[in-house]
């Protein structure tokens, strides 16, 4: 069963949350859900997500590109370089932009779900077309708004959206020539998964999709709001479609959007009809993997099923499931801690949170240890678990740690510290720092290794005068924090 958590939550409880729900926390965050139960702590959690402020889109999100096709022969080549600039610039501003709001979300649950349902609804920018950041933004802003929504309006949204309708070239699909690549997708992975479908039920799908566009020029369309999507009614299938044993009627008489996206609820309410308990124990199982631990086992199979009915239940409100999930017994348990292996958006923004470091050289890192924001490898998402470390990677999130940190100047490491409750006590000060950054609770042999590593063969009573000296304390803590980042227990979540 997953009952809730009996006790009220101690340090270590409260850290296991943050650290499982938001990509960055401080000392101070943590302390705020000591003695709380778990009902409260994750409500609050949940209520910001909707609460806290919602970001301020970068600048050009509303700018779209020149019909380079229309313009002289002699001036197409030099406006296409232009394009192909924008999209690959504003993208990587997107991404350090994405990467800010992670940071700043603060005891929220809001950048964490967003990015879960980035990987299930999976789009990236570096396709043959270019894709306008806008788009990009605009698919963001749908998860971020209805990340603990509905998921049944969350797949309607999706079935039009414009970045989705550029990725799998649904922008590209006819009556005359209906493109199936988005309607297996929304089968095999985002609602059932393989083998609760058939080739017949994907192509009658697609025929549901056709004609719908989407508009990244300043000079075409014009009767249509830029990056909004809109239905060619000439290039729409109006005629009844036979989907997992349902008729999708249509009305080749009356060629409306409407009509249009009338047909696309219903088959998203055939789906979720008809695959009712298959697709609810899809989406309960990713979410458990996410939240709980990459490799879910046997008996994992009936706590999955719990929070497939709760989903069902909730007329399909991912609210209640998050809520249940996360106030659980079995997610406060020992055996669900330092089990995941941390992702790089979890360890770069993280440590950043705590650090200065140049949005640029923080995005590269993350891209570099595998995981690219807007960007991920192909449709299935990131692999994700131990993908996430391997002989290349782990060497090279540890030596860039290393160099944000060496980066600091010793005041700022002085400044950092002034977080954490007895900062002059060395042995208290390492404890906190380690419950801090590690997913366990520090033995006694690491929290004697990190003190050494501290005083550098100085007795315990001499670290508040070098603490007070901020040349000497935070040179010291430069070298705590590179002896630490070193370690596994850094690594894992």
């Known amino acids: 069963m997953l009952r809730p958590i009996a006790r009220?939550?101690?340090?270590?409880?409260?850290?296991?949350?943050?650290r499982r729900t938001t990509h960055a926390f401080s000392w101070t965050h943590t302390k705020a859900f000591v003695g709380k139960n778990s009902d409260t702590v994750v409500d609050i959690l949940l209520m910001n997500a909707t609460a806290n402020p919602k970001p301020v889109p970068p600048t050009w999100v509303n700018a779209g590109f020149k019909t380079w096709w229309k313009l002289p022969a002699a001036d197409q080549q030099k406006v296409v370089d232009e394009v192909y600039k924008r999209v690959y610039e504003e993208n990587y501003?997107?991404?350090?932009?994405?990467?800010?709001?992670?940071?700043?979300?603060?005891?929220?649950?809001?950048?964490?779900?967003?990015?879960?349902w980035h990987g299930h609804f999976t789009t990236k920018f570096a396709i043959d077309d270019p894709m306008h950041a806008a788009l990009m933004y605009r698919q963001n802003t749908l998860f971020r708004n209805l990340c603990l929504g509905n998921f049944r309006?969350?797949?309607?949204?999706?079935?039009?959206?414009?970045?989705?309708?550029?990725?799998l070239n649904g922008k590209d699909s006819t009556k005359n020539a209906p493109n199936e690549n988005f309607s297996r997708e929304l089968l095999e992975l985002y609602t059932t998964g393989i083998g609760h479908?058939?080739?017949?039920?994907v192509k009658e799908g697609a025929r549901v999709f056709t004609g719908w566009k989407v508009n990244i020029?300043?000079?075409?369309?014009?009767?249509?709001?830029?990056?909004?999507?809109?239905?060619?009614?000439?290039?729409?299938?109006?005629?009844?479609?036979?989907?997992?044993?349902?008729?999708?009627?249509?009305?080749?008489?009356?060629?409306?959007?409407?009509?249009a996206l009338q047909e696309i609820k219903t088959?998203?309410?055939?789906?979720?009809?008809?695959?009712?308990?298959?697709?609810?124990?899809?989406?309960?199982?990713?979410?458990?993997?996410?939240?709980?631990?990459?490799?879910?086992?046997?008996e994992d199979e009936a706590l999955i099923k719990i929070l497939a009915k709760t989903f069902r239940d909730n007329n399909w409100e991912i609210k209640p499931v998050v809520s249940q999930l996360l106030k659980s017994d079995l997610f406060f348990s020992d055996a669900v801690r330092g089990v995941q292996i941390k992702t790089p958006a979890e360890t770069i923004v993280g440590i950043t949170k705590h650090f200065d470091v140049k949005g640029d050289w923080k995005e590269w890192v993350m891209v570099t240890m595998g995981q690219e924001l807007l960007n991920p490898p192909n449709v299935a998402g990131w692999p994700g678990y131990r993908k996430w470390a391997d002989t290349r990677t782990f060497p090279f999130a540890v030596q860039q740690m290393g160099y944000f940190i060496w980066n600091q100047s010793n005041p700022q490491m002085i400044?950092?510290?002034?977080?954490?409750?007895?900062?002059?006590?060395?042995?208290?000060?390492?404890?906190?720092?380690?419950q801090l950054f590690f997913a366990k609770s520090p033995t006694v042999a690491q929290k004697e290794k990190y003190k050494k590593e501290l005083?550098?063969?100085?007795?315990?009573?001499?670290?508040?005068?070098?603490?007070?000296?901020?040349?000497?304390?935070?040179?010291?803590?430069?070298?705590?924090?590179?002896?630490?980042?070193?370690?596994?227990?850094?690594?894992?979540?």
Request: glycine share 6%; hydrophobic share 40%; with cysteine.
């Open 455 to 493: 005083l550098g063969g100085n007795p315990d009573y001499e670290w508040p005068n070098m603490f007070k000296n901020s040349e000497v304390g935070g040179f010291r803590l430069k070298l705590l924090m590179i002896s630490l980042v070193k370690s596994p227990d850094f690594h894992l979540c």
């Open 153 to 167: 309006e969350l797949l309607e949204k999706i079935c039009i959206d414009g970045a989705m309708l550029f990725f």
């Open 415 to 434: 400044t950092w510290a002034g977080q954490f409750d007895e900062k002059e006590n060395s042995g208290r000060l390492i404890e906190q720092i380690l």
């Open 267 to 298: 088959l998203i309410n055939t789906i979720l009809l008809k695959k009712s308990v298959v697709v609810s124990e899809f989406i309960c199982e990713k979410l458990f993997r996410f939240f709980v631990y990459s490799k879910p086992q046997a």
């Open 197 to 201: 479908y058939t080739e017949d039920d």
């Open 8 to 18: 009220t939550l101690g340090l270590a409880d409260a850290i296991h949350l943050l």
């Open 93 to 116: 501003e997107l991404k350090r932009w994405w990467m800010e709001e992670m940071t700043k979300d603060n005891l929220s649950i809001r950048e964490k779900m967003t990015l879960f």
């Open 217 to 259: 020029f300043t000079d075409e369309w014009k009767q249509y709001p830029i990056f909004q999507p809109f239905l060619n009614s000439d290039e729409h299938d109006f005629n009844s479609k036979a989907y997992l044993g349902q008729i999708i009627s249509g009305d080749a008489s009356s060629k409306t959007e409407t009509l």
